[in-house]
């Protein structure tokens, strides 16, 4: 029984790391995407 809670105390850390890095991820392409499709700024000399 005490091997099963350790597996599952290595899981709950494997997801959250998971998620950390999908969200980071997911941040990532929101950014690029804002960043493609931002109104361009044209400085003039």
Do not use: G, N
Not at 6 to 27: H, N, W
């Amino acid at each position: 029984m005490k091997t099963k809670a350790k597996i599952d105390a290595k899981k709950v850390e494997l997801q959250k790391i998971y998620l950390e890095r999908l969200e980071r991820f997911m941040s990532l392409v929101e950014l690029s995407y804002a960043l493609k499709h931002a109104p361009r700024v044209i400085q003039k000399k």
